[in-house]
């Protein structure tokens, strides 16, 4: 399938999306947002897929929602677009997503990373909620993930006043999972993906639904949630296929169901 701002490619068991708009330091449009979503969910269905990782490009991750499309926006046009539908979409795959970023990640790209289930970051990541420089507040869930993911105090400097946190202070703060040299940032994360993807799928599915739970649910709610998937889970051959590989000391051979 060939794309118009997005490439794609498989590495083994990993399905890839770069983003490719580097003149506009890959400004999320619609025309972009939409193939992104296409080919996730073509991989997410793929059964050769395990994992998903999206990144962009040295100098930026995305830099943002296209202000020059957004620019003549009305309310009116804002609700009937389905914009925001896309980070939803991503926000909903079942299988996990890893993002690799350098670079900036801003706006709706931090938006997006912060949707992603794990964030490999080059020692040149920037991330940033720069909206209110524009007159407008983070509108894809940066209110809210940015929050949950490095606390009160230090979102609302970000989202307030258009702080932006370093790679370092991004893995201080739990936002990223590790923080790489900017040479081998793709390979680091590709590997992170490379090994996800190997692991027993629908165990993987529940593991990110279960995790995810957190932020949905009151912890009583999340623990039967939890409980009723770990249960599930015994229906599976996987988990057969599991148990018995440990206990004759073999490399189990996972089939997806
Ligand atoms: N949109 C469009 N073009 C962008 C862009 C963006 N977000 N960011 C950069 N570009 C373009 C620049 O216009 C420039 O294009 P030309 O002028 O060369 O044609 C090119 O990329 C290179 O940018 P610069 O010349 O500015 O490069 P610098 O290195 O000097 O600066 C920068 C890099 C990242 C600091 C700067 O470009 C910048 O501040 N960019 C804007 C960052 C920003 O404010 N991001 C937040 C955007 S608002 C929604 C949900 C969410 C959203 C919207 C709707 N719904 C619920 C419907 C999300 C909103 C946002 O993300």
Same mark, same amino acid.
């Given at each position: 399938?060939?794309?118009? $701002?997005?490439?794609?490619? %498989?590495?083994?068991?990993?399905?890839?999306?770069?983003?490719?708009?580097?003149?506009?330091?890959? =400004?999320?449009?619609?025309?972009?947002?939409?193939?992104?979503?296409?080919?996730? %969910? &073509?991989?997410?269905?793929?059964?050769?897929?395990?994992? !998903?990782?999206? %990144?962009?490009?040295?100098?930026? $991750?995305?830099?943002?929602?296209?202000?020059?499309? !957004?620019?003549?926006?009305?309310?009116?046009?804002?609700?009937?677009?389905?914009?925001? #539908?896309?980070?939803?979409?991503?926000?909903?795959?079942?299988?996990?997503?890893?993002?690799?970023?350098?670079?900036?990640?801003?706006?709706?790209?931090?938006?997006?990373?912060? =949707?992603?289930? !794990?964030?490999? =970051?080059?020692?040149?990541?920037?991330?940033?909620?720069?909206?209110?420089?524009?007159?407008?507040?983070?509108? &894809?869930?940066? %209110?809210?993930? !940015?929050?949950?993911?490095?606390?009160?105090?230090? &979102?609302?400097?970000?989202?307030? #006043?258009?702080?932006?946190?370093?790679?370092?202070?991004?893995?201080?703060?739990?936002?990223?999972?590790?923080?790489?040299?900017?040479?081998?940032? $793709?390979?680091?994360?590709?590997?992170?993906? &490379?090994?996800?993807?190997?692991?027993?799928?629908?165990?993987?599915?529940? =593991?990110?639904?279960?995790?995810?739970?957190?932020?949905?649910?009151?912890?009583?709610?999340?623990?039967?949630?939890?409980?009723?998937?770990?249960?599930?889970?015994?229906?599976?051959?996987?988990?057969?296929?599991?148990?018995?590989?440990?206990?004759?000391?073999?490399?189990?051979?996972?089939?997806?169901?």
């Amino acid at each position: 399938m060939s794309y118009e $701002f997005i490439l794609t490619r %498989t590495e083994g068991r990993v399905g890839i999306v770069q983003l490719n708009r580097p003149k506009a330091l890959n =400004a999320l449009n619609k025309g972009l947002m939409s193939e992104l979503v296409e080919a996730l %969910t &073509a991989f997410d269905a793929d059964n050769e897929i395990g994992c !998903m990782l999206i %990144t962009g490009n040295e100098r930026a $991750f995305a830099a943002g929602a296209d202000i020059k499309e !957004m620019a003549t926006a009305t309310p009116v046009t804002m609700l009937a677009s389905s914009f925001l #539908n896309y980070w939803a979409q991503i926000g909903q795959l079942g299988k996990p997503l890893i993002a690799a970023i350098s670079g900036f990640a801003l706006g709706g790209g931090c938006e997006l990373a912060m =949707a992603c289930d !794990m964030i490999v =970051a080059s020692e040149s990541a920037k991330f940033g909620q720069p909206e209110i420089n524009l007159g407008i507040i983070p509108g &894809a869930g940066g %209110t809210q993930r !940015m929050t949950l993911a490095v606390g009160k105090a230090l &979102a609302m400097e970000m989202i307030l #006043n258009g702080r932006y946190l370093s790679a370092e202070e991004a893995a201080q703060f739990g936002l990223v999972n590790r923080v790489v040299p900017v040479e081998t940032y $793709f390979e680091d994360a590709l590997s992170l993906a &490379a090994e996800v993807a190997e692991r027993a799928p629908v165990a993987l599915r529940m =593991a990110k639904e279960a995790i995810n739970a957190v932020f949905e649910m009151p912890l009583q709610a999340g623990l039967n949630h939890e409980r009723r998937l770990f249960n599930i889970l015994f229906s599976t051959e996987d988990q057969k296929e599991g148990m018995d590989a440990f206990i004759n000391k073999r490399k189990a051979s996972w089939k997806g169901h």
